[in-house]
């Protein structure tokens, strides 16, 4: 249990991590493991100690969580969806499709069926991860620390982790159009000859183009994790203030977040679709 505030807020942004310790490492109560195992991290100092290959748990387990409400709820309204009488339920999930469906219309400039799933796929998924936000900070923490889990986070998109796995899939949706639609060849000469073609200039071009493919899933990563991390922080600053205090800031910044979450889930589905309407563009 925390006993300062700066130990309540490394409480509160650290995850649930799982990952291997080496034999012979002296864990934070002083025991030594005797032989190497994966275990929970007791501190975030054996967190960092288990390297890489370590799993947030946590991260993992909300995101699914996320998607399954996705695709259970988009499903039950598909299933039920009728011409005559639809439902507000329904209303609403159609409101969201035109409006993705609209997006996708208007920024992407090629022909794929894949891009308009794609991106009511990130828009609601996004959405969703960001809005557990809105959840008091000491909650789920708090269940944790009773089912004796020592750390427990549960906005996905406050983790580089998850947003990076995200962006990661779109760069290789990149990768993967780029050479599909203009062909290796192709897209080794938009690589090599962009800006300028001359033969000459290839090592610069190659730079500028790499470095520019490259900026794509931080840009997409970095932005959604810098939003939802930065508003976390604040939330849990706000909590280590007095009760009469909190209502007076909590309340107005959760009001904020109604503005901010579905905002970031909105730029990553326009980027994530920007980027791929680029992949689909040959100039030759």
Do not use: C
């Amino acid at each position: 249990m925390a006993t300062t505030s700066a130990e309540y807020i490394q409480h509160h942004l650290q995850n649930l991590t799982f990952g291997k310790l080496p034999a012979g490492y002296e864990r934070a109560d002083g025991s030594i493991v005797e032989a190497t195992t994966w275990t929970l991290a007791r501190t975030g100092t054996e967190a960092a100690d288990m390297g890489f290959m370590a799993f947030h748990l946590d991260t993992l387990g909300w995101s699914i969580f996320m998607g399954l409400i996705f695709i259970g709820l988009f499903r039950f309204v598909a299933r039920r969806a009728t011409v005559d009488t639809p439902g507000g339920l329904q209303n609403f999930v159609e409101m969201i499709v035109d409006f993705v469906q609209g997006i996708v219309k208007d920024t992407f400039h090629g022909r794929n069926p894949l891009i308009a799933p794609l991106a009511l796929t990130i828009f609601v998924w996004v959405f969703l991860m960001n809005s557990l936000k809105w959840i008091p900070v000491d909650y789920i923490p708090g269940i944790g620390m009773a089912l004796g889990l020592d750390y427990f986070k549960i906005v996905p998109t406050t983790d580089p982790n998850g947003t990076f796995g995200i962006s990661i899939a779109v760069f290789a949706l990149i990768i993967y159009y780029s050479i599909k639609i203009k062909g290796v060849g192709g897209f080794t000469k938009e690589l090599t000859l962009t800006p300028f073609n001359h033969w000459a200039l290839i090592p610069f071009n190659l730079f500028l183009e790499v470095l520019g493919l490259l900026t794509k899933p931080l840009s997409l990563a970095l932005r959604l994790f810098g939003n939802m991390y930065a508003g976390e922080v604040v939330f849990i600053l706000i909590a280590l203030l007095p009760f009469y205090v909190q209502w007076a800031l909590n309340v107005p910044w959760a009001i904020f977040h109604i503005l901010v979450i579905p905002l970031q889930a909105f730029i990553f589905m326009v980027l994530t679709v920007v980027y791929l309407s680029a992949a689909h563009e040959d100039h030759h």
